[in-house]
């Protein structure tokens, strides 16, 4: 069985949940517009998560608003997977291994019909440990942005780890290959002292003060929009996605644009609420998907073509702008 999933954490956490489940012998990373553009062949067996749906897969589970589907009804179809608009796809996941666990009879392997090596008493005692609660609970509050203020400026544990996973940068498969292992099998201070996660989160740290000139350098007020405009730096200094909240808390949403690393002559847009100011009632998903992204209520994103990226900025911006 193949598993295709976002290399962002949340995507990372749902591989660590399956890999446990499910006999999964190899992997694809791929970014949601790939998906969305019909560019990634999905085969029987194969199972989806954090992305959105194709009807040649053997599970799906996923939470953004835009990926509604009618396959899905319930939040949890038995032998399929699940979607709900929950914190993360990885909540999805961690509910749909629940519920095998507690109805099936103890003889049965979970999923029969993809053959799950485990049985349900063991998949139960796995998710109900506090390491997994734990981390499950994180992967709610990175992917929903529900942190402080002082997770963003230091950050810690889970947090910093999440700041080393990026689904940019292809090479870096082997790592995320990695820390799927490390979530599954780990605790926490096993997974920080790790040499390559160790390495990466201490790169996190050395770059947080460049990537905060930059911003500064590079953003402008647009009323209550922030607007950041990264497009020509080669290389973006690692760091937090919401160090940005910290530096202008006026703004209530955010408009980001950049050169898409994936595609030449492609722009990428990204729009965000200020996770400590959500005083915008713009459903960015719902937005998004009129230029070919999606997303959640208050976090999406989309890629253009250059040639039609100033008028999509304008328009996006129009849109979040009061």
């Known amino acids: 069985m193949r598993l295709v999933t976002r290399a962002d954490f949340d995507g990372l956490v749902c591989g660590a949940l399956v890999t446990k489940f499910e006999p999964i012998d190899s992997y694809l990373f791929v970014e949601p517009k790939f998906m969305q553009d019909g560019m990634v062949e999905i085969r029987k067996g194969d199972i989806i998560t954090n992305l959105p749906y194709h009807p040649n897969c053997t599970l799906w589970f996923d939470h953004h608003i835009t990926n509604t589907t009618p396959d899905f009804p319930k939040p949890i179809v038995p032998g399929k997977g699940g979607f709900r608009l929950a914190p993360s796809a990885a909540r999805v996941v961690y509910e749909y291994y629940t519920e095998l666990g507690m109805t099936r009879d103890q003889t049965d392997s979970v999923g029969a019909q993809h053959a799950a090596p485990l049985q349900p008493a063991e998949i139960l005692r796995f998710l109900d440990t506090e390491r997994i609660r734990h981390l499950l609970h994180e992967a709610d509050r990175i992917d929903a942005g529900k942190l402080e203020q002082e997770d963003v400026l230091n950050p810690q544990g889970y947090v910093l780890v999440s700041m080393t996973t990026d689904g940019r940068n292809a090479g870096d498969e082997p790592y995320w290959l990695r820390v799927i292992e490390l979530l599954r099998d780990a605790s926490l201070e096993e997974v920080l002292i790790d040499p390559e996660v160790s390495r990466r989160c201490q790169r996190i740290r050395d770059e947080q003060e460049k990537l905060r000139k930059l911003l500064l350098e590079r953003t402008a ?70 230029y070919g992204g999606g997303g959640h209520k208050v976090v999406g994103s989309c890629r253009v073509p250059n040639d039609k990226a100033e008028q999509a900025i304008r328009e996006i911006v129009a849109a979040v702008t009061g």
Do not use: C, W
């Open 221 to 290: 007020m647009k009323g209550n929009v922030i607007y950041v405009d990264l497009r020509g730096i080669d290389e973006i200094p690692d760091g937090n996605r919401f160090l940005i909240f910290t530096l202008f808390p006026k703004g209530n949403i955010q408009v980001k644009v950049a050169d898409d690393a994936q595609r030449d002559n492609t722009t990428s847009i990204s729009v965000g609420y200020n996770i400590f100011n959500t005083t915008s009632n713009v459903n960015v998903g719902e937005l998004l998907s009129r």
